[in-house]
């Protein structure tokens, strides 16, 4: 199943990332879910009640012709290791 995360799973949402991201982090990771973390921009999907998937976003503006547009980029997707090679983000 699908959903956005739970304001009680920044820790393990957080844990994630770091496990995905260890090789290139060089911080990022810290500094993202300390000062750029939003509730309600990240979802999960979930496998027999564990997190296996997560994919965040961050709200970003954009000028385009003198136009202001509003959007969401894709920020991180990571899988669990122990999940990776099945599916999951093709889901």
């Known amino acids: 199943m699908i959903r956005f995360a739970y304001p009680e799973e920044k820790k393990e949402l957080k844990k994630i990332w770091q496990e995905a991201f260890m090789l290139d982090d060089g911080g990022y990771t810290d500094y993202f879910f300390k000062d ?53 983000m093709t889901k």
Do not use: P, W
């Open 36 to 88: 750029c973390y939003e509730a309600g921009k990240h979802y999960v999907l979930n496998e027999n009640e564990t997190i296996v998937s997560i994919a965040s976003t961050f709200s970003h503006a954009y000028m385009i012709n003198d136009r202001m547009l509003k959007t969401s980029m894709i920020v991180g997707v990571a899988t669990k290791e122990e999940y990776q090679g099945q599916g999951y």
